[in-house]
C-alpha cells in the first residue's frame, strides 16, 4: 500500500468514526445491533461514502473456495466495519475482524459497540 492509499484510507475511517459518533448521539444506546448498522449505513451515504451493508466475502483456503461470510458494513470495498451492542469487547470479536480481513486481503477493520452511552470503538490493523 503507498502513502496516498494509506491516506486515503486513513480518512475513510476518521469519516466512519464521525459517523458512528453521530449515530450514537442521535440514537443512544439500548437500540438492537441492526438498528445502529442501518443507521450507520445510512449516515455514510450521507457523508458520500459507498457503504455496503452484510455483502458476501468468499472465503478461500489454498486456492479452494471454502465458505463465505457477511461484514456488518464493508465501506469503499477498503474498510470493514462490525458493530456490536455488548458490555465490552471480548477477545473473539477482535479474532473475528481480524480473520475476516486476512480472508478478503484488506488492512484496516474498525469495531464498534453502541451498547455503552457513547460508542466504543477499537481499530484493528493488519499489515499497514
Do not use: W
Request: hydrophobic share 45%.
Amino acid at each position: 500500500m503507498n502513502a496516498d492509499e494509506r491516506e486515503y484510507l486513513e480518512d475513510v475511517a476518521k469519516r466512519v468514526i464521525g459517523a458512528s459518533f453521530e449515530v450514537s448521539n442521535v440514537l443512544g444506546a439500548g437500540f438492537a445491533e441492526k438498528v445502529y448498522e442501518n443507521s450507520l449505513v445510512a449516515e455514510l451515504r450521507l457523508l458520500g461514502l459507498r457503504a455496503e451493508p452484510q455483502r458476501q466475502v468468499e472465503v478461500s483456503y489454498k486456492g479452494a473456495a471454502v465458505g463465505s461470510y457477511y461484514p456488518d458494513i464493508l465501506v469503499e470495498d477498503q474498510l470493514i466495519v462490525e458493530l456490536k451492542c455488548c458490555s465490552e469487547f471480548a477477545p473473539e470479536h477482535t479474532a473475528q475482524c481480524l480473520n475476516y480481513l486476512r480472508a478478503i486481503g484488506l488492512h484496516l477493520a474498525l469495531l464498534f459497540n453502541f451498547q455503552k452511552p457513547k460508542v466504543e470503538f477499537k481499530r484493528l490493523v493488519l499489515g499497514l
